[in-house]
């Protein structure tokens, strides 16, 4: 059975996670191994539950405990059949009135519910693009509400895995998880600090980038090349020197005059559907 249990503060260790301000000190709570990640609403959770993710205990307004029930019990289920758990384990459920947990975890909690969850270790970059045909490839995308809606524009139109070069922003945040509905759960994808493994695998390189040798994305589109991988750079200062060199590719959107360039998601969403229908 679930346990409720009714919280005032968090300065238990196991309730501290979710009023800790950086979410760094999560991702490397449990080192070398994995950390932790904090998922926010029902959806999020139930996406990250369904790809394997396993829940540590939840943290429920009061009012939501019974509209959640069916959430409770999913989370129970798999938390009593982990292997490091037995049979009489109880599955912690924390909860708290509105202004208790907006006081103590510095935010409001407007859709009810956050999960802490265990990580998982990346999977290996050859295993996720054996079969792939569209990839993205993120280099140093550091906007966290960007990584999330990028990664559910890819979900949504067809792209078959996400590489993340450099310095990214995390996934697995819990501001990119609810700009992205949880869609990371949803598609493949791990880290990469050499890009030439994606040349090995035959991937066409192409980025975007203000430069007058562009091809209109039309264009590209239109050279029906077998396994592209789309390079989107960093909001700032797009795609460094280096990474350009590697590209076989460089593509554009035209725009009307006065308008140089788009914000790097809403661009991602126009890109994979025109490469991809």
Known sequence: MAEKIKVSDFTDPETKIYNMRSET??????????????????????????????PISLLVLENELENLSGLIEECE????????YDEEASFPVYYAAYETIKDLIGFPLTRGV???MKRKKLPDVNSIIANARNIAVFCDIENPTNTGTIFRNAAALGIDAVILHRNCSDP??????????????AIPWTSCDDLNVLKE?????AAFALRDDALTLEEF?????????????NEGFGLSDDTLALCDSVIKIPMREGVDSLN??????????ELTK
């Open 114 to 116: 956050l999960c802490a």
């Open 221 to 233: 589109a239109a050279e029906n090349i077998e396994k592209k991988a789309l390079l989107l750079g």
């Open 264 to 273: 790097v998601a809403v661009a991602s969403g126009i890109a994979f559907y």
């Open 25 to 54: 000190m999560l991702y490397r709570m449990n080192e070398p191994a994995p950390g932790i990640f904090i998922s926010e609403t029902e959806l999020v959770i139930r996406r990250a539950l369904a790809a394997g993710y396993e």
């Open 77 to 84: 289920k798999i938390f009593i059949t982990a292997d490091r």
């Open 172 to 185: 697995l945040y819990r501001r990119s998880l609810r700009a992205g509905m949880g869609c990371q759960f």
């Open 201 to 205: 695998n035959g991937f066409h390189f």
